[in-house]
């Protein structure tokens, strides 16, 4: 209730301030009684003069003033005189003319068909009379058109609601997880581990969700958690029935002659004006500082995902709505009138950016290039945006845009500011190998990364200077921050090639940063920490064990899991494994290409480094794992089964996981997870640190 009437009263005085017509939110059955006397009177007779600004509130058309009266009497809705002299406030009519009137006209009413001569264009000057039957139909033919709308705003309000609800009470527990995880840690009867089991831990099937899920050849998809598909589903399904319910037929009609007419009216005017309040949490949902992540402790990928099955569902109305009205204007035949008009028109854009954007958004089209569709995803959004808007601006319905444009330039406005006081700054990019480059930047005091946080840079270099990429941010506690970036197709490829050819393979590349962003996960407030990681997923983990040690509860214990492929990826995290030495964090280190040959050249180690040529491949693998005696060193495959089932087996407090890798081996372990959950008496939780979108 609160939360819609703090959307409506805002929306409100964005369009008071833009000083525009706006369209009723909630219509009341004493103004549609006013609007049914209205429009039977003037269908019936003229009773004032064509240049009459007061209409029926001019006390000298008597007879108008008078009809109205009288109808207003007969339909005794309650509040409509009310209603009616409200309208009139600019002709200062009071409720004393207003009885008078009636009096006066009781006792002289008309009827028309009996004058002789009547003429309907011609001015009249008798009060006329109104059938009770047939002012009813007028007022329910009329009135079910309007209270279409309120279900329409109520349905939209119920589903923006929806998300509010769930983001809230989200919030709440995540809070609840920061400041008393005791409390939470001990929810693990028997029925809640089921629950979790069953519905809120798992991937929506056995096991998709940070891999992506291929169908029909050569689509791909985000795999939502099951948790999240089901408030997907609900949402969805709820949206289908409150296209479909609470239609009200009138027949006969006042309005419309053909049923068809009338019922593709009443779907279009529900499908759009539902879709309307969609509009500006679709765009809030997208946005980089969208401020319910902060109150859900839920990620930006999750928004995503939310993002798109909202922007599905507008774009299911906005056809509905050109169907619903394509039968109302062939009933009416005003079909071809209306889509000479411009505003039909601009809605015929806004539609098909819509239908276009749902395709072009697909993750194969994402994948394929990233780049690519971020542009057309901006070109067509202007498109749908100035479509909708320039469609609705008419009947008052633009605010709704309004308030889309301004959450998205307050993002916008968010982001300029938080790249302008990172400024630019030149940064130590290095080569290391041939697959991760290290970038290192000086940041200013007041920029507090933090544990699984990310930041998006943006090289100034010609090739690339308009792009920004995500990157999870290492806080390397001398006032820099480190990323390890893995070369991949596209800004990363152009990177790597660069510094291939530079002497030492680094440069000093200028950067800004826009962050950090990200949510924190609630793994700090367990007794029992693992970290799962992979490649370089290893850094937003690092960073939240480094956290922990630092911190050293003596009751907790962290343990790393780390999967890479051969020896020689250790040399970019060589720097941040050493460190490892003076913490209690309990390091395992798989390698599952162990025959890959060694050049490794990055160990400071004292002795000779030209040596390192003459030494044998199994000496330099020993002397690198005798460098860090702090680490267990196992080679091949991790079987994800098996560590989760070791450390659940092991456990003597609740115990929290947190992964970042490959996405096929974070699946394995969120599977392996839900398998063996109920196999300690303690709690098991999840936080998954990797984000795919
Ligand atoms: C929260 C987060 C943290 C990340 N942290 C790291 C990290 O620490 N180290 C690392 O190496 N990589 C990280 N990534 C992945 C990294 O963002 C992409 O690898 C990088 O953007 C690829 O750039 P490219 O132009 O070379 O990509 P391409 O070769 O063009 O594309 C490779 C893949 O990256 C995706 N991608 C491209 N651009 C973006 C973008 N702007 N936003 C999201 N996805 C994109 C594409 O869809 C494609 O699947 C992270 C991603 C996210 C979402
Ligand atoms: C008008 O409606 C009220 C209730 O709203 C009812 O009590 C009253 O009898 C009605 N008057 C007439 C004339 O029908
Ligand atoms: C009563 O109505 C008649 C017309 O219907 C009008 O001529 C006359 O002036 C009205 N009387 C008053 C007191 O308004
Ligand atoms: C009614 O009056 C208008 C002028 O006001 C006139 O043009 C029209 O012919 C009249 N209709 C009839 C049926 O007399
Ligand atoms: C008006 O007159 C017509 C024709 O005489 C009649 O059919 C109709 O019922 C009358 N309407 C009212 C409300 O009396």
């Known amino acids: 209730m609160v939360s819609w009437k703090a959307l409506a009263a805002a929306a409100l005085l964005l369009s008071a301030v833009a000083g525009d017509e706006v369209a009723n939110i909630i219509y009341h059955n004493r103004d549609i009684a006013v609007s049914a006397c209205s429009t039977y009177l003037t269908k019936t007779a003229t009773l004032f003069g064509a240049k009459d600004k007061k209409k029926f509130c001019n006390v000298k058309a008597q007879q108008a003033l008078g009809s109205m009266a009288n109808c207003l009497h007969v339909l005794n809705q309650t509040g409509s005189i009310d209603s009616f002299l409200r309208s009139c406030q600019h002709t200062n009519l009071t409720r004393k003319q207003f009885d008078a009137a009636y009096q006066n006209a009781t006792g002289k009413l008309v009827n028309v068909t009996t ?163 969609l509009i500006p949490p679709l765009v809030l949902f997208a946005g980089r500082n969208n401020v319910l992540q902060w109150i859900s402790g839920w990620k930006y990928q999750r928004f995503l995902i939310l993002h798109r099955w909202i922007a599905r569902a507008t774009t299911l109305l906005f056809v509905v709505h050109a169907v619903g009205m394509t039968f109302n204007g062939r009933g009416i035949g005003k079909y071809d009138l209306r889509n000479a008009k411009e505003y039909v028109r601009w809605g015929y854009v806004g539609c098909i950016a819509a239908c276009l954007m749902c395709f072009q958004g697909l993750l194969f089209l994402r994948k394929r290039s990233y780049e690519a569709f971020l542009m057309g995803h901006i070109v067509l959004g202007v498109l749908y945006m100035v479509g909708g808007y320039r469609h609705v601006k008419e009947d008052g319905y633009h605010y709704f845009y309004m308030t889309a444009f301004c959450l998205w330039a307050l993002d916008r406005v968010l982001r300029i500011v938080r790249l302008s006081f990172f400024g630019i700054k030149p940064a130590e990019v290095e080569l290391m190998g041939e697959e991760i480059m290290r970038v290192t930047v000086d940041k200013p005091a007041w920029w507090k990364p933090f544990a699984g946080s990310h930041a998006f840079i943006t090289f100034f270099r010609p090739s690339c200077f308009w792009q920004s990429h995500p990157f999870t941010v290492l806080d390397s506690h001398d006032g820099k921050i480190v990323f390890l970036i893995k070369v991949k197709g596209g800004v990363t490829h152009g990177l790597y090639k660069f510094l291939s050819k530079q002497p030492n393979q680094r440069a000093t590349i200028k950067v800004s940063i826009e962050g950090p962003y990200g949510v924190r996960n609630p793994s700090s407030r367990y007794d029992n920490v693992v970290c799962v990681g992979g490649g370089n997923g290893i850094v937003g983990l690092y960073y939240i064990a480094m956290d922990l040690a630092k911190r050293a509860r003596a009751s907790q214990r962290v343990k790393i899991y780390w999967v890479i492929r051969s020896y020689l990826n250790l040399q970019w995290f060589y720097k941040e494994l050493q460190q490892l030495s003076n913490t209690n964090v309990d390091t395992t280190i798989y390698v599952t290409d162990s025959l890959k040959p060694l050049n490794i050249n990055f160990m400071d180690s004292e002795d000779d480094k030209s040596s390192n040529d003459e030494k044998s491949e199994k000496d330099l693998i020993s002397s690198l794992k005798e460098s860090l005696p702090h680490i267990e060193f196992m080679e091949g495959r991790p079987d994800a089964e098996q560590i989760v089932l070791n450390e659940i087996g092991q456990t003597i407090s609740p115990i929290a996981f947190t992964t970042c890798a490959h996405p096929g081996f974070v699946d394995d372990v969120r599977k392996a997870i839900v398998h063996n959950m109920d196999k300690t008496k303690h709690r098991v939780d999840l936080f998954e640190e990797i984000q795919v979108w």
């Open 115 to 277: 004058v002789e001569g009547f003429n309907k264009t011609k001015l009249f000057f008798e009060p006329i009379i109104t059938p009770k039957k047939k002012i009813r139909l007028y007022k329910d033919s009329i009135g079910t058109r309007y209270i279409n709308f309120n279900y329409a705003s109520w349905y939209g309000i119920a589903l923006v609601a929806y998300w509010f609800a769930l983001v809230f009470a989200s919030g709440f527990f995540n809070l609840l997880m920061f400041v008393a995880p005791g409390l939470v840690q001990s929810l693990n009867s028997g029925f809640i581990t089921k629950f979790r089991k069953y519905v809120t831990v798992p991937a929506t099937g056995s096991k998709h969700h940070t891999e992506h899920k291929r169908f029909l050849k050569f689509f791909y998809m985000v795999v939502p958690t099951r948790a999240e598909s089901l408030m997907i589903f609900g949402w969805v399904v709820l949206a289908i029935i409150f296209n479909c319910v609470s239609y009200h037929h009138v027949f006969p009609n006042t309005v419309w002659a053909l049923t068809y007419a009338e019922m593709g009216r009443k779907v279009g005017d529900r499908s759009g004006v539902m879709s309307l309040w």
